[in-house]
């Protein structure tokens, strides 16, 4: 919990969440899930795409897609929500146990956006009104419990809408895009070397050895340097405040932030700013 931000995760597959303030974050989860928003609103964004979710409402949302997702109070009510993720080890199980050897309805192309709504039923419903009773008295259910609700979940996708067949069960083509253009856009998110590459569709070593294709720095050392880059961009704009840049750009200690601004440009942010911006 961080302040007015209460997510209680059970056995990362099951997720409760209170937030009494608009909270916005990039949506770069890299598994499947489906969500129930209690009250508040969820709005997901791409360039091309806004799609909302408002109280009663549930939307199933595409692993490793990059979008940006803000969750909002509505008047004086919090946001809250249910998620049941979706990993790749359990889709397989349930592909294994359920599916293996049938004929199924592939022919029907994936879901390309970041997330789709769907339409009440007695089997979604029946589905988060039983988890509710957990969230509201801030229990975890049980593994064999979360397992069969995450069953029911696939269940109920796979009856609504062909489509998610050759979304939920391509185990087989890799998801990976672009580095350089990936890492351009996300630097100066907080994430450790191994998240980067997961979202970037790659492994730990396969990710440093992409890098080495457009850089000839590590992926530590480029990101700090684009930070330190960008930063003296922002420094340039008599409207930023020179003791808030650090944390812009992506660092946590604004002590280890000088101390590299000052190593790399030979001022301090603020004796930066001052002199070009005078």
């Known amino acids: 919990m961080t302040g007015s931000i209460n997510i209680q995760s059970c056995e990362d597959a099951l997720f409760f969440s209170y937030i009494t303030h608009d ?3 990039d949506h770069r989860l890299p ?8 009250s508040g609103v969820l709005t997901v964004e791409t360039d091309n795409e806004h799609i909302e979710a408002h109280a009663g409402d549930y939307i199933f949302w595409r692993r490793n897609c990059t979008a940006r997702m803000k969750k909002q109070s ?4 919090p946001f809250q929500s249910i998620a049941i993720a979706l990993d790749s080890k359990f889709l397989k199980s349930y592909f294994n146990e359920h599916l293996q050897g049938k004929r199924l309805p592939m022919q029907q192309e994936a879901i390309k956006a970041p997330a789709v709504p769907l339409l009440h ?8 009104m039983s988890l509710i009773p957990y969230a509201d008295h801030g229990l975890s259910p049980d593994c064999e419990t979360i397992r ?30 672009d580095l350089a253009d990936f890492m351009e856009q ?10 980067f590459a997961s979202y970037a569709g790659r492994s730990l070593a396969t990710f440093k050895r992409d890098f080495k294709k457009f850089t000839s720095l590590t992926p530590e050392k480029w990101i700090v340097e684009q930070r330190l880059d960008l930063s003296s961009t922002l420094l340039r704009n008599p409207k930023t405040k020179a003791s808030d840049v650090y ?32």
């Not at 069969?148 to 895009?177: C, G, N, P, S």
């Open 121 to 128: 039923s007695i089997k979604i419903d029946s589905l988060f």
């Open 186 to 195: 996300h630097f100066m998110l907080d994430m450790t070397m191994e998240e």
């Open 148 to 177: 069969w609700k995450q069953r029911e979940a696939v269940d109920h996708l796979l009856e609504v809408d062909e489509r998610m067949y050759a979304t939920l069960f391509d185990f087989y083509e890799t998801w990976k895009i």
């Open 31 to 38: 598994n499947h899930g489906l969500m129930y928003v209690r």
């Open 247 to 278: 944390f812009e750009v992506g660092f946590k200690s604004r002590t280890h932030f000088s101390g590299l601004f000052k190593q790399r440009f030979g001022l301090s942010p603020a004796a930066y700013q001052q002199k070009y911006i005078v």
């Open 23 to 25: 909270m916005y974050c």
């Open 74 to 77: 509505e008047g004086d009510t």
